[in-house]
T-cell receptor, first 116, second 114 residues
Framework: NAGVTQTPKFQVLKTGQSMTLQCAQDMNHEYMSWYRQDPGMGLRLIHYSVGAGITDQGEVPNGYNVSRSTTEDFPLRLLSAAPSQTSVYFC???????????????FGPGTRLTVL | DAKTTQPNSMESNEEEPVHLPCNHSTISGTDYIHWYRQLPSQGPEYVIHGLTSNVNNRMASLAIAEDRKSSTLILHRATLRDAAVYYCILRAENYGGSQGNLIFGKGTKLSVKP
């Protein structure tokens, strides 16, 4: 298994540009989520999904959109990038309750985004 | 969400044991104690979790106080590769929906000296 993969690894945007951060997992996990991590801080939840077609907001959802059309993919869209969105973005997935390793959440390697 | 308190940083010598404390005085009866760590420039990774009894796995041990208001992550022999930020997180047992979200604090930054 490749686990949780994220693309791109690095991205530089200008203020006002839009882009999509890609996240995919090949473990058939129902739950997926997006976090951002600012320097010296812990991770903050942006959006999450408990299954295909179901998404909900986390702690810091403003400026971001998500959709979940398949179990495998959970893209994060920045609608109009702002310097305050400069951060490292992590995607994560975990199995449903009752599945093996259901207590573990698996994280991708991150996307480092800079908005100028 | 129940909150955890951890020291900002700790230092250890290589090949010595490390005890990373976590206080969670408002823990509820159904909250599991989870530990994750984040190596430099990587995403967090699961370390261990427990409810009431002490737990061991290949990475670490988790010692939980009898009143569950505190816990300690134990690395038995620290290596340079264990230098990371360690997060203590509480999560409800029945974690359907938003209850399954992990709420990260700032964690403890562990430095390991050769």
């Amino acid at each position: 298994n490749a686990g949780v993969t994220q693309t791109p690894k690095f991205q530089v945007l200008k203020t006002g540009q839009s882009m999509t951060l890609q996240c995919a997992q090949d473990m058939n996990h129902e739950y997926m989520s997006w976090y951002r991590q600012d320097p010296g801080m812990g991770l903050r939840l942006i959006h999450y999904s408990v299954g295909a077609g179901i998404t909900d907001q986390g702690e810091v959802p403003n400026g971001y959109n998500v959709s979940r059309s398949t179990t495998e993919d959970f893209p994060l869209r920045l609608l109009s990038a702002a310097p305050s969105q400069t951060s490292v973005y992590f995607c994560a997935s975990r199995p449903s309750p009752g599945a093996s390793s259901y207590n573990e959440q698996f994280f991708g390697p991150g996307t480092r985004l800079t908005v100028l | 969400d129940a909150k955890t308190t951890q020291p900002n940083s700790m230092e250890s010598n290589e090949e010595e044991p490390v005890h990373l404390p976590c206080n969670h005085s408002t823990i509820s009866g159904t909250d599991y104690i989870h530990w994750y760590r984040q190596l430099p420039s990587q995403g967090p990774e699961y370390v261990i979790h427990g409810l009431t009894s002490n737990v061991n796995n290949r990475m670490a041990s988790l010692a939980i106080a009898e009143d569950r208001k505190s816990s300690t992550l134990i690395l038995h022999r620290a290596t340079l590769r264990d230098a990371a930020v360690y997060y203590c997180i509480l999560r409800a047992e029945n974690y359907g929906g938003s209850q399954g979200n992990l709420i990260f604090g700032k964690g403890t930054k562990l430095s390991v000296k050769p």
